[in-house]
């Protein structure tokens, strides 16, 4: 019941010549995997969406793969067929259950690794969110991570290595993971999922270089929050500081929105509107300081913004860019969204307000 095997399969490409940059991570996997030096445990760090995941997905094909080319994975033998049916089974995903990793799922994890793979040559098991661990989540796991039962591979997804205990980051390879450029995004977007040029420029400079994030801005419900999100920045600088409050615990009630390494359908949620508000910020910063209009992330709101510029100051604009900056780290490592969209809200509207 804990022990959630998923496949990313709806959003997400298998093989690494389908994953988006990573170049130094790729060039990593080719060099062990050419040398038959595998290390056992990998800290994958970066922010999400820009393809841990798919790299642990491409990393069981290409180690179990019957007939591989280099680090690619052939895509038809009966290993990648499983893998690409979301039906292989050595291949192990676990997230946080609510907010955390508990103790009993990671036991779950150790107790299942004990027994040899079903029929891969190497299991892989990702641990997604890995600093969501407890301390005696990560406790009970650090002896499976130094040493796993032979035929099993783990790698840890975590956003930043600073948030987990050290005796865990000392015991796997570190393999980071860089933002996406984001001109290579649009254009996937636009090659790839026959997105409209004006779409994907929009989602891809907004999402801050996660292809997750950029996909989830592009659905449909997305676009019809945004404009409910994009009211209320603009609404902001002349709400009193109650109404400013009640505005900051709607959001964080009713845009539950779902974690980014999940394989089922995302309701957008905060990630996404602060994001959108950051880009918002940023195209204000764009206006008023002359730079390139190409630049500019919202440019179906371009109007709006020549207006809104006229009276902000780019003190007041970089502080709000700090602000949100600030809210979504907050978010991440607090979990506590009443208390971070109250701070966060009541401090874009004091920026903007006539009192200060
Ligand atoms: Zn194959």
Known sequence: MWLCVSILGTYFKMRFSEIIGQEKAKGFFRRVISEDRIPHAYLFTGIAGVGKTSTAIALTMALNCRRPTDIEACGVCPPCRQMAGGNFPDFISIKPDGQNIKIEQIRE??????FAPVSARYRVCVIQQAEAMTREAANSFLKTLEEPPPGNILVLNAVEPLNLLPTIVSRCQRVPFQPLPVEAMIEWLVRVKEMDRERATIVGRASGGSLGLALRMSEDVFWEKRDVWISRILKLPSLSKGDALTMAMESATKEKGRGSD?????????PEMLALWGGWYRDLLIVKVGAPKHLMTNIDFRDQLNDVAQYVTIENLTASLVAVD???????????????????ILGLQRLYSNET
């Open 109 to 114: 994890v150790n107790r299942r690794l004990s």
């Open 262 to 270: 999940d394989a089922e359908p995302i309701e957008p949620g905060l």
């Open 326 to 344: 600030q809210a979504v780290r907050d978010l991440r490592r607090m979990g506590n969204p009443q208390l971070v969209m109250g701070h966060t």
